[in-house]
């Protein structure tokens, strides 16, 4: 399968334990895409990559989010201190760049958290 | 600000019965208008992308159309496999590499 994975896909954890997700991107893809989604909302974006660069980041996101991405390939996502309010679906997404690209992002299966 | 809205929320067809979902979006300098399809319990699904006004593109029983203010997604004769949430997205202004999502509409379609 050459599509976005992640893992794990699914964590429960009790609030204020730390929390890290794991993503691989389609291979050739070099924008890598991190995404938070509730139910009933379309995803709220998170982070953007560009290589290992770190271009966007939501000023929603508070500092307890960290994404890495050491090496232009996978990329963690990890939650310090987590809180109820941070149960929710996270996605990550893949984009290639190119003169005949859209930017056509692709999902992977995501990351169902729950925080008890 | 940039915004995107999806009506209705949720729809209910029969199968075989025509429809459109409807995706109105305000941003400055469209770069890309995308659907996606997102079963219950997995990440969206690349369906198409939009570009500029006018253009239309077909995929089975589904056609996206484009205009200035906003796109449809016209689904033809549906089966039950077609029932999932779709959502819509927009890219916009040089160098945003980031979507903003409307809500969804969660299609529905009865044997």
């Known amino acids: 399968d050459t599509g976005v994975s992640q893992n794990p896909r699914h964590k429960i954890t009790k609030r204020g334990q730390n929390v890290t997700f794991r993503c691989d991107p389609i291979?050739?893809?070099?924008?890598l895409y991190w995404y938070r989604q509730t139910l009933g909302q379309g995803p709220e974006f998170l982070t953007y990559?560009?290589?290992?660069?770190?271009?966007?980041k939501s000023r929603l996101l508070s500092d307890r989010f960290s994404a890495e991405r050491p090496k232009g390939s996978f990329s963690t996502l990890e939650i310090q201190r987590t809180e109820q309010g941070d149960s929710a679906m996270y996605l990550c997404a893949s984009s290639r760049q190119g003169p005949n690209s859209y930017n056509e992002q692709f999902f992977g299966p995501g990351t169902r958290l729950t925080v008890l | 600000e940039d915004q995107v809205t999806q009506s209705p929320e949720a729809l209910r067809l029969q199968e075989g019965e025509s429809s459109s979902l409807n995706c109105s979006y305000t941003v400055s300098g469209l770069r890309g208008l995308f659907w996606y399809r997102q079963d219950p319990g997995k990440g969206p699904e690349f369906l198409f992308t939009?570009?500029?006004?006018?253009e239309e593109k077909e995929k089975e029983r589904l056609k996206a159309t484009l205009t200035k203010k906003e796109s449809f997604l016209h689904i033809t004769a549906p089966k039950p496999e077609d029932s999932a949430t779709y959502l819509c997205?927009?890219?916009?202004?040089?160098?945003?590499?980031?979507?903003?999502w409307g809500a969804g509409t969660k299609l529905i379609i009865k044997p």
């Open positions: 291979s050739e893809h070099n924008r």
């Open positions: 990559f560009q290589n290992e660069a770190q271009l966007e």
């Open positions: 939009l570009y500029s006004a006018g």
């Open positions: 997205a927009v890219r916009g202004g040089w160098g945003n590499y980031q979507l903003i």
